[in-house]
């Protein structure tokens, strides 16, 4: 999991913005109602390949439904998790427009880039909001 000695030189920038939360895990909760969901950002080291990939764990009773956001992503160094906030969202690629009435997801190199998932009729989607 990704966690704050691995940010490298960002450590500051983000305990700046997210203080002592974690960059590898969020609580959310995508839908305004239960099941809660946690988001988990897992990296593996291959010499100097680093990969890093995103799963949503979803709680449902005593069964957790599992859905993966970043599939092993081949990457220079790890990007953070963290929570969105209701509100509106542009893509840059598409010009989309959402309006979140819930949380969801922020996947982020620091300062660089960065993804929103969020839930819609069902599923999750995707936003580019930076590159």
Known sequence: MVTTPELGEDQALWTRYHGRQCPGLVR???TGTAPESYAVALIRQTGVLLQERVELLTLMGTTVSRTTL???SDL????VIFRAKPGRYTDIE???RVVLQHEGIIFEKM???D???YRANGRINELTLSD
């Not at 220079?76 to 990007?79: L, V």
């Open 28 to 30: 959310i909760n995508l």
């Open 70 to 72: 970043e599939s092993d």
């Open 76 to 79: 220079s160094g790890p990007w």
């Open 94 to 96: 598409t010009g989309k």
């Open 111 to 113: 300062e660089a880039a």
């Open 115 to 117: 993804r929103l998932y």
